[in-house]
């Protein structure tokens, strides 16, 4: 147990769903962060959140949509997905950037 | 922009045998560097890391890492792996002091170990 916790586990959803992914620690992190972590691919970094605000959205498709109403909640919305957005998103939060990064168990998701 | 090389993709080994995963990064500037191990289903954990100091670092389960700034390397290493060390071995590096800089990641590497 990481202090990161990440629902759902898995998730299938058709390209014409609408669907979200819930992060939440209680670590008083204040930095959050979603990953993409696809088979033979490095992490892929996707948004970064710093006391709320985004401060990094790595070229991302707007049909993943972040959310980060407190320090402890992130959510990425997903909507109109393609087969090749099937991938482990992870959750990870720190504070600051001289401390380590600490995951969630991630969401499967499945496109289909 | 920043960039983690992790040179090995599979390293197969039989237990007992010594370990060594190489990883090279390019950023000129101050790098926070970090291993981490996901072990099959499991999430993303923190083996060691260096910010700062003795560029030789220990972490859990008897990993090392040595910091050579000349050569852009922070390479793992083990003396004796055991079966239970299978597992994927990712190397990451985050820049500067600043809060909220996400680590950037290698591509990782698959270790086997055969008892």
């Known amino acids: 147990e990481t202090g990161v916790t990440q629902t759902p586990r898995h998730l299938v959803m058709g390209m014409t769903n609408k669907k979200s992914l819930k992060c939440e620690q209680h670590?008083?992190?204040?930095?959050m962060y979603w990953y993409k972590q696809s088979a033979k691919k490095p992490l892929e970094l996707m948004f970064v959140?710093?006391?709320?605000?985004?401060?990094e959205n790595n070229s991302v498709p707007s049909r993943f949509s972040p959310e980060c109403p407190n320090s402890s909640h992130l959510f990425l919305h997903l909507h109109t997905l393609q087969p090749e957005d099937s991938a482990l998103y992870l959750c990870a939060s720190s504070r600051g950037s001289i401390t380590e990064a600490f995951f969630g168990q991630g969401t499967r998701l499945t496109v289909v | 922009a920043q960039s983690v090389s992790q040179h090995n993709h599979h390293v197969i080994l039989s237990e007992a045998a010594s370990l060594e995963l190489g990883c090279n990064y390019s950023?000129?500037?101050?790098?926070?560097l970090f291993w981490y191990v996901q072990y099959p289903g499991q999430h993303l954990q923190l083996l060691l890391k260096y910010f700062s100091g003795d560029p030789l670092v220990k972490g859990i389960k008897g990993f090392e890492a040595e910091f050579i700034k000349s050569k852009f390397s922070f390479n793992l290493r083990k003396p004796s792996v055991q079966w239970s060390d299978t597992a994927e071995y990712f190397c990451?590096?985050?820049?500067?002091?600043?809060?909220?800089?996400?680590?950037?990641f290698g591509k990782g590497t698959t270790l086997s170990v055969s008892s």
């Open positions: 990451a590096v985050n820049e500067g002091r600043q809060a909220g800089t996400a680590l950037i």
């Open positions: 959140y710093n006391f709320k605000e985004q401060t």
């Open positions: 950023y000129g500037g101050t790098v926070n």
């Open positions: 670590l008083g992190h204040n930095a």
